[in-house]
T-cell receptor
Framework: AQSVTQPDIHITVSEGASLELRCNYS??????LFWYVQSPGQGLQLLLK??????LVQGIKGFEAEFKRSQSSFNLRKPSVHWSDAAEYFC???????????FGKGTSLLVTP | DAGVIQSPRHEVTEMGQEVTLRCKPI?????LFWYRQTMMRGLELLIY????????DSGMPEDRFSAKMPNASFSTLKIQPSEPRDSAVYFC?????????????FGPGTRLTVL
């Protein structure tokens, strides 16, 4: 069965610092991987997705993620964090039949001045 | 496009009452999903529809939960009777297409509190 693990429940970074949020997946075949962001009181917004090709994926708001098959990871990165990036981040996996997303528990990002 | 629309945004009710959550998907999307988000269990898929037909309801927690999609632009999730453990944020999402690469678009959610 598919599963997604986000090892960090909370992360605090200073504004302007770099960010990496970890995501590990368990899936037999090539997964389709997604990162969503949820701002307080809002729904989930897609940041980026990976399904094939270049393992480094660019997304919105300056985010990128790298798919590493050998490590079963799909970590999200941003070189310089802004205060507006404070939110909950969810990694998700879907099979190639793709009818639903299996989400991780999320990582809450706090940005300090 | 207005995106996925959910109503109400907040619902407070007493145990035993019926609760109905509503969702309007993005026009032209043929898949609709209901998710529930809790601190303990995170985001869980409850049920999804394709072309208004329920395809997989294995995530519906028990018979107190029911969902319908009478037409392509409207879906409801009903809880009867409601219980305090049903308190959660309920999200509706829609998507066009079946491919795993297709994006699901989420509504803002309904925060349900059952007292």
């Amino acid at each position: 069965a598919q599963s997604v693990t986000q090892p960090d429940i909370h992360i605090t970074v200073s504004e302007g610092a770099s960010l990496e949020l970890r995501c590990n997946y368990s899936y037999g075949a090539t997964p389709y991987l997604f990162w969503y962001v949820q701002s307080p009181g809002q729904g989930l917004q897609l940041l980026l997705k990976y399904f094939s090709g270049d393992t480094l994926v660019q997304g919105i708001k300056g985010f990128e993620a790298e798919f590493k098959r050998s490590q079963s990871s799909f970590n999200l990165r941003k070189p310089s964090v802004h205060w507006s990036d404070a939110a909950e981040y969810f990694c998700a996996v879907s099979s190639n039949s793709g009818y639903a997303l299996n989400f991780g528990k999320g990582t809450s990002l706090l940005v300090t001045p | 496009d207005a995106g996925v629309i959910q109503s109400p945004r907040h619902e407070v009710t007493e145990m035993g009452q019926e609760v109905t959550l509503r969702c309007k998907p993005i026009s032209g999307h043929d898949y609709l999903f209901w998710y529930r988000q809790t601190m303990m269990r995170g985001l869980e898929l409850l049920i999804y529809f394709n072309n208004n037909v329920p395809i997989d309801d294995s995530g519906m927690p028990e018979d107190r939960f029911s969902a319908k999609m009478p037409n392509a632009s409207f879906s409801t999730l009903k809880i009867q009777p409601s219980e305090p453990r049903d308190s959660a944020v309920y999200f509706c999402a829609s998507r066009q297409g079946l491919a795993g690469t297709d994006t699901q678009y989420f509504g803002p959610g309904t925060r349900l509190t059952v007292l």
